[in-house]
């Protein structure tokens, strides 16, 4: 017996939104429940909490972590490592600080400074700088640093996240401004590493508006722009950096990750994201089983069930 949680509405797709990204983006305990039924696999929907099962699967994510958070250790206890997100994976995913632990033990992280007051974000602020709180989502509490006269003006750049008052944004992460046009986006799932890459935005009309060209708090995020996106190709892939994302996703014994990469530096990495689509016709990957890379037709059903089939293969459900 398989426990979905049934996901949270705060995660509801607006209607508006482009027709594959509302597909991409579809309830996750609507897609556990369509490939469960395909394999005639027993299962149960819960709110947060269920004891019954086999197997609990969750998108335990940013937006209700105060539901979560509650129950989490409890559900932990009792289905332990058959149960997704796992603890390592839930422990690091809502805190950036955990997640620099981890990167930077392979040597390919940005500078970075860790700051848990106002004033030890003076003291070590500098043009050119990002700052971001260790929790959050969805570059949510973030801004960057680009003219000297800003560094005057922190607290309203911090209030300016969406945050009541400056306190719930620390500790902080400064990190050095990486200028590359491209970020590269790359997930591994249980059996291939794939990726896009993401045109960046170079003009910004206020620190919070990076790494945006709108402000992004007014608008939903399925009605975003997409800024201009290409598949990944071979030569665009870094074997050692590859080999890296192997190494993180086999010590939290988790069975996918999006990976954030710019100039072959780690930025953050996450277990639950929204699905990429690499281009719509056939898409460039890294077969974790036979080591080499090879080209496979796109389907938009097919990746939107990429992060679920993986989790039920990890499992060996399926």
């Known amino acids: ?5 049934r996901d949270n509405q705060v995660y509801k797709v607006d209607q508006m939104a482009d027709t594959a990204v509302r597909k991409l983006s579809e309830f996750y305990s609507t897609k556990f429940k369509s490939i469960l039924e395909s394999f005639n696999i027993p299962y149960k929907f819960t709110d947060y909490e269920d004891y019954t099962g086999n197997y609990f699967v969750g998108r335990f994510a940013q937006a209700d972590v105060k539901y979560h958070s509650k129950v989490y250790n409890k559900l932990y206890n009792y289905y332990g490592e058959n149960m997704w997100p796992n603890k390592k994976t839930y422990d ?6 955990k997640e620099y632990d981890i990167i930077k033990k392979y040597d390919r992280v940005p500078n970075t400074i860790i700051c848990n007051t106002i004033e030890d974000l003076y003291k070590n602020i500098e043009v050119g700088t990002v700052v971001k709180s260790s929790h959050g989502a969805g570059s949510e509490q973030v ?32 990190t050095e401004y990486i200028d590359v046009d491209y970020e590269y986006k790359i997930i591994i799932t249980h059996d291939e590493i794939y990726g896009v890459k993401v045109r960046q935005f170079k003009d910004f009309e206020t620190p919070n508006m990076f790494p945006h060209n709108i402000d992004y708090e007014k608008v939903h995020w399925g009605l975003r722009d997409v800024p201009p996106t290409l598949p990944m190709e071979e030569k665009d892939y870094d074997l050692e950096l590859l080999n890296i994302i192997r190494d993180i ?23 639950i994201y929204g699905e990429l689509l690499p281009l719509y016709s ?18 938009i059903r097919e990746f939107s069930n990429k992060q679920n089939y993986s989790v039920l293969k990890h499992f060996g459900i399926i």
């Open 1 to 5: 017996m398989v426990i979905v949680h």
């Open 92 to 97: 690091v995913y809502n805190n950036k600080i």
């Open 282 to 299: 056939e898409y460039c990957y890294y077969d974790l089983i036979e080591e080499t890379f090879k080209y496979k037709k796109t389907s």
């Open 143 to 174: 801004f960057y640093i680009y003219k000297k006269e800003q560094i005057e003006n922190l607290e309203k750049y911090i209030l300016g996240c969406n945050l009541p008052n400056i306190k719930p944004f620390f500790p902080c992460i400064i």
């Open 249 to 271: 996703k086999k010590e939290l014994n988790t069975p996918n990750l999006k990976f954030d990469i710019m100039g072959n530096k780690i930025i953050e990495f996450s277990y």
